[in-house]
């Protein structure tokens, strides 16, 4: 049985920084793009990054770019997103994804995904 469970999530104020965790147990891990997205109330849930199978290559969308940061330990089975410099506008629900894309596009990593989590709430306040 695949579980892939968010931590990390919380209430901050605008300008501070959390970190996401995701545990993933029951897949090889390895066989995997990781992923992160996000839904906001009222929003179709969109992708946020993706990491590699090696960590090597990532790719992330343009709101985040230069302030979040995801990585991975395969030696732990555990994906990770370092969001800096947060804004209320990534106040949202914060899913983690197994993907098998190969070309880690926002549109392939979503198409390929196998595996959601159960999400983990983010709440910025200005």
């Known amino acids: 049985q695949v579980q892939l469970v968010e931590s990390g999530g919380g209430l901050v104020q605008a300008g501070g920084s959390l970190r996401l965790s995701c545990e993933a147990s029951?897949?090889?891990?390895?066989?995997?793009?990781m992923a992160w997205f996000r839904q906001a109330p009222g929003k179709e849930r969109e992708f946020v990054a993706v990491?590699?199978?090696?960590?090597?290559?990532?790719n992330y969308a343009n709101s985040v770019k230069g302030r979040f940061v995801i990585s991975r330990d395969n030696s732990k089975n555990t994906l990770f997103l370092q969001m800096n410099t947060l804004y209320p506008e990534d106040t949202a629900v914060y899913y983690c994804?197994?993907?098998?894309?190969?070309?880690?596009?926002?549109?392939?990593?979503?198409?390929?995904?196998?595996?959601w989590g159960q999400g983990t709430q983010v709440t910025v306040s200005s």
């Open positions: 994804a197994a993907s098998l894309s190969l070309s880690y596009t926002s549109q392939t990593t979503a198409r390929a995904t196998s595996y």
């Open positions: 029951g897949l090889t891990f390895t066989y995997y793009a």
């Open positions: 990491v590699s199978r090696t960590g090597g290559t990532t």
